[in-house]
């Protein structure tokens, strides 16, 4: 059984960071490039960042881009993602998710993790 847990969301200012983790199991982790999504209170979900299964390849949402840092260690099965100088904007719930054929699909997801930027 695939599973995915997030964690790491939190509170915090405008210009504040945080990490968030993804713990995967229940499949070659290795062999899956991975994504995170996120979802804005009354907005759809939309891709914030992809990794691929080596951790060489990498997108972002031009939103986020020069702030966020997708990152994945491959020996211990996790999925990382580093929030800086975040905004209101950025509040939402972050999903981790193991992406299928292509990057903008995926066939696993996880519960979120709440990341919420207010001052």
């Known amino acids: 059984e695939v599973q995915l847990v997030e964690s790491g969301g939190d509170y915090v200012q405008p210009g504040g960071s945080l990490s968030l983790s993804c713990a995967a199991s229940?499949?070659?982790?290795?062999?899956?490039?991975m994504s995170w999504l996120r979802q804005a209170p009354g907005k759809t979900l939309e891709r914030v960042s992809t990794?691929?299964?080596?951790?060489?390849?990498?997108y972002y949402l031009r939103a986020v881009k020069d702030r966020f840092t997708i990152s994945r260690d491959n020996d211990k099965n996790t999925l990382y993602l580093q929030l800086n100088d975040l905004q209101t904007d950025d509040t939402g719930i972050y999903y981790c998710?193991?992406?299928?054929?292509?990057?903008?699909?995926?066939?696993?997801r996880g519960q979120g993790t709440q990341v919420t930027v207010s001052s």
């Open positions: 990794i691929d299964k080596t951790g060489r390849a990498t």
């Open positions: 229940g499949f070659a982790f290795d062999n899956s490039a």
């Open positions: 998710v193991k992406n299928g054929k292509t990057w903008q699909d995926y066939d696993a």
